[in-house]
């Protein structure tokens, strides 16, 4: 069957080259019952279950970064918006534990950082109860004085964090 010449191929043969028949390779394809390939549908199914599977379960927390002015706990004037976002998210999920976790630059003494955390986690705490998240559920952690990456305001900064992003 291999090495035939001249004569009427079937389905799944090819004539190389030098004229002889062949057997073609089998094709990495899922057939169905009808005979038609189903490989595309099953790899569309697939994309969209892999980019869009994460809008079928609700996220199970948020975080929010409020930032600060140097060796100070007044706001950077976005903070206001930080607060309503997070604060609404709080209210949608009851459930979800409120955390706020206050950092403060290297920069300083040891007992002005500490300060600083202290003062920079309040005034975010104060900004949740007044925006209507309820103080029982707001957990405070002092984090203290942190290195920063680039920018030295990545220390001064305070995360809200809402349920376990």
Not at 6 to 18: F, G, I, S, V
Request: proline share 5%.
């Amino acid at each position: 069957m291999g090495r035939q010449r001249n004569r009427r191929l079937l389905a799944d043969e090819y004539l190389d080259d030098w004229g002889y028949c062949r057997q073609a390779p089998p094709k990495l394809a899922f057939i169905d019952c009808a005979g038609v390939s189903i490989m595309r549908p099953l790899i569309c199914v697939g994309l969209l279950l892999s980019f869009g599977g994460c809008a079928f379960f609700e996220s199970s927390g948020q975080r929010y970064v409020v930032f600060f002015r140097g060796s100070s706990a007044q706001m950077e004037d976005a903070a206001e918006a930080v607060f309503v976002g997070a604060a609404n998210w709080a209210k949608k999920h009851p459930d979800m534990p409120v955390a706020v976790a206050s950092y403060a630059d290297p920069y300083g003494s040891e007992k002005a950082n500490t300060d600083f955390t202290r003062l920079r986690a309040q005034v975010v705490i104060d900004g949740l109860v007044a925006n209507g998240v309820m103080a029982s559920r707001i957990q405070r952690r002092e984090i203290g004085s942190v290195k920063f990456q680039g920018d030295p305001q990545e220390s001064r900064r305070v995360e809200i964090i809402v349920g376990n992003p």
